[in-house]
């Protein structure tokens, strides 16, 4: 059975930061083989792509709004998925969601179940 499961999300003021982490069991093919990506969803609004990371150590890609803010990583030893994100502000508020997309078979993916981050002062 395939799980991921993220935490570190909260409530944080304006200027500070928070590390989300994912992990993730039960992969077939394995962890590696995986895209991991970071989405952001608020009331009313569709999921947002946040970051993506293919392989650890490759180019990661972020959406214009958290670029120079946000940095995605992995580590495949511990099959986790990081997202540090600094600066936050109220726009940031959101229920953010890892994503596990195979790299080679595109109709295999997984979602974990969302972590809640709240920027308010």
């Known amino acids: 059975q395939v799980q991921l499961v993220e935490s570190g999300g909260g409530l944080v003021q304006p200027g500070e930061s928070l590390r989300l982490s994912c992990v993730a069991s039960?992969?077939?093919?394995?962890?590696?083989?995986?895209?991991m990506e970071w989405y952001r969803q608020t009331p009313g609004k569709e999921r947002e792509l946040v970051a993506s990371?293919?392989?650890?150590?490759?180019?990661?890609n972020y959406a214009p709004s958290v670029k120079g803010r946000f940095a995605i990583s992995r580590d495949n030893a511990k099959n986790t998925v990081y997202l540090d994100m600094n600066n936050l502000n109220s726009d940031d508020t959101a229920v953010y969601y890892c994503?596990?997309?195979?790299?080679?078979?595109?109709?295999?993916?997984?979602w974990g179940q969302g972590t809640q981050v709240t920027v308010s002062s």
């Open positions: 994503k596990a997309q195979n790299r080679n078979v595109l109709s295999i993916r997984h």
């Open positions: 990371l293919a392989v650890a150590g490759g180019s990661a």
């Open positions: 039960g992969l077939t093919y394995g962890y590696s083989r995986y895209k």
